[in-house]
């Protein structure tokens, strides 16, 4: 029953028309990422960070996010985020991401894990700015104790980037 349930599936994976994805293989994209330090340091007043996003293959991108605040409370957060799209269309790609960061906040300091899904999303005419919404799942210490939730965040914290 489990082989005829995986033949199915893979039938079903191999007969999806091609779609032609915004290719973003070879082109840096510098744009923001408020998704670690909205997603548990809010509390201690986090900080969104820069982030420089490179296409490594037409499916696979990795993203580096760095950010501080001088200001009382001081912030910082830096971290990386790998991302493998699974689905193209023409104007955006589903992709499934994986990140970490180290998040510091008024003094305290932790670490941030997130996993799920996103889209990063074209707007005809305008093909080198991108806009990400995601969801899944986030783990973090930066309380002192481990917390683990779901989350769902749109552009304004998944990020938008200007591609070259």
């Known amino acids: 029953m489990i082989r005829i349930a995986k033949q199915a599936v893979l039938i079903f994976l191999l007969s999806l028309p091609l779609a032609h994805a915004r290719d973003m293989h070879g ?14 340091s809010t509390i201690l007043g986090g900080v969104p960070g820069l982030s420089i996003k490179y296409g490594l293959t037409r499916d ?3 993203a580096a996010i760095v950010g501080a605040s001088t200001a009382s409370p001081t ?3 830096g971290g990386a985020k790998f991302f493998k799209n699974i689905f193209f269309e023409t104007n955006l790609n589903f992709y499934f991401m994986l990140g970490g960061a180290v998040v510091a ?15 990063e999303f074209f707007i005809p005419g305008l093909e080198s700015l991108g806009f990400s919404v995601e969801t899944g799942v986030s783990f973090s210490n930066i309380t002192g ?7 769902g965040v749109s552009f304004l914290e998944a990020g938008i980037h200007f591609y070259f």
């Open 27 to 40: 082109r840096f994209g510098v744009g923001y990422n408020g998704q670690f330090s909205n997603n548990s």
């Open 60 to 62: 696979i991108a990795a």
């Open 75 to 77: 912030n910082f957060v």
């Open 105 to 119: 906040a008024n003094s305290e300091t932790g670490a941030d894990f997130l996993g799920g899904l996103g889209t």
């Open 145 to 151: 104790s481990f917390i683990l939730k779901t989350m």
